[in-house]
């Protein structure tokens, strides 16, 4: 006897596996926010105008890590897009908006890559 029902099960282990991504590259975008603001925070505390050395290259670098968590997101969103395509149809669950997790997901991007740029200007 053969289950054709299929097990929804499937699709949600890959909807948190995109969860994680997700998750994972905000907190490293959010860190790379403070990295590139630290030098400014530094200046401010100090309360000199003249930059606070060894600062110089904070904006950079926290530039690098929104970049990487961009990256992150997008590499995620990837492989459940992938994933999700290679599911039977059975294995999906019934949705209202069956593209609302990726959508999502493509926005952080798109805010990511805004954010690195905002930073190094």
Request: proline fraction near 7%.
């Given at each position: 006897m053969t289950d054709d029902a299929g097990?929804?099960?499937?699709y949600f282990a890959a909807e948190r596996t995109l969860l994680a991504w997700i998750r994972t590259g905000i907190g490293v975008m959010a860190f790379g926010f403070v990295v590139a603001?630290?030098?400014?925070?530094?200046?401010?505390?100090?309360?000199?105008?003249a930059p606070v050395p060894g600062t110089n290259y904070t904006p950079y670098i926290g530039a690098m890590l929104v970049l990487l968590g961009t990256i992150a997101t997008a590499?995620?969103?990837l492989q459940y897009t992938w994933y999700c395509r290679r599911l039977r149809p059975a294995d999906l669950p019934?949705?209202?908006?069956?593209?609302?997790?990726?959508?999502?997901?493509?926005?952080?991007?798109?805010?990511?890559?805004?954010?690195?740029?905002?930073l190094l200007m």
């Open positions: 097990d929804p099960r499937v603001r630290f030098g400014l925070f530094l200046r401010l505390v100090s309360g000199a105008d590499g995620g969103t019934s949705m209202k908006v069956p593209f609302l997790p990726a959508y999502l997901a493509w926005s952080l991007v798109v805010l990511g890559l805004v954010l690195t740029l905002v």
